[in-house]
């Protein structure tokens, strides 16, 4: 059974600052990795997708990496903004018709 | 594209009675349907797959007589809360893949989520 960690559970740092979350997990056969934000009691954002063919996406001041044979992904956050702000997930799927295995989240405040 | 609802956004109900939630993929065809609950402070935990046409799986540990599932078209799941109790207060929330092949289709699009306080 999938079991997905996240490091740090919480995170706060001065804005401006850049930033990685870390998040590992326990099944190999994983299909994609994907990261969220969520914001406080508010639904999931869809951050980024990496398949388990790709090493890493990029999107904007995000950048996530895959490394499937370490068990290990990670979230690099540039140039922090206090919009940042908010508890971001990471989930994998084994793709198919299987749902996906979410970490319990690191949550993120970023300071003014 | 890719945007998934969920209706009620809310609800607050006495203990003993059912809720339904509705969840629907508005502007593509999903088969399946992923149903989630999110306890405070805690992650989303997945609770049932729905494919339309057939019946729900559902994970360990949840009761598939409490938590009825229906996915009666492309576009449309349901998820019963039947007999609700306080204990099942808590954050539904719902994803859809959808039909198209390739990277498309290894992707879940979330609703936003219906908050249930039972009373």
């Known amino acids: 059974k999938q079991e997905v960690t996240q490091i740090p559970a919480a995170l706060s740092v001065p804005e401006g600052e850049n930033l990685v979350l870390n998040c590992s997990f326990t099944?190999?056969?994983?299909?994609?990795l994907q990261w969220f934000r969520q914001d406080p009691g508010k639904g999931l954002t869809s951050l980024l997708l990496?398949?388990?063919?790709?090493r890493e996406q990029t999107s904007g001041r995000l950048n996530a990496s895959l490394d499937k044979s370490s068990g290990r992904s990670t979230l690099y956050i540039a140039a922090s903004q206090p919009g940042d702000s908010a508890t971001y997930l990471c989930?994998?799927?084994?793709?198919?018709?299987?749902?996906?295995?979410f970490g319990k989240g690191t949550h993120l405040i970023i300071q003014p | 594209g890719a945007v998934v609802s969920q209706h009620p956004s809310r609800v607050i109900c006495k203990s003993g009675t059912s809720v339904k939630i509705e969840c629907r993929s508005l502007?593509?065809?999903?088969?399946?349907m992923f149903w989630y609950r999110q306890f405070p402070k805690q992650s989303l935990m997945l609770m049932a797959t729905?494919?339309?046409?057939?019946?729900?799986?559902?994970e360990q540990g949840v009761e598939k007589d409490k938590f009825l599932i229906n996915h009666a078209s492309l576009t449309l799941s349901t998820l019963t809360v039947t007999s609700a109790h306080p204990e099942d207060s808590s954050f539904y929330i719902c994803?859809?893949?959808?039909?198209?092949?390739?990277?498309?289709?290894?992707?879940?699009?979330f609703g936003p989520g219906t908050r249930l306080t039972v009373l």
């Open positions: 099944d190999s056969a994983i299909y994609n």
């Open positions: 502007d593509f065809q999903a088969t399946t």
């Open positions: 729905s494919n339309e046409g057939s019946k729900a799986t559902y």
């Open positions: 994803s859809a893949r959808p039909l198209s092949a390739g990277g498309l289709g290894d992707t879940q699009y």
């Open positions: 990496i398949q388990s063919s790709q």
């Open positions: 989930a994998g799927g084994r793709g198919g018709a299987d749902g996906l295995t």
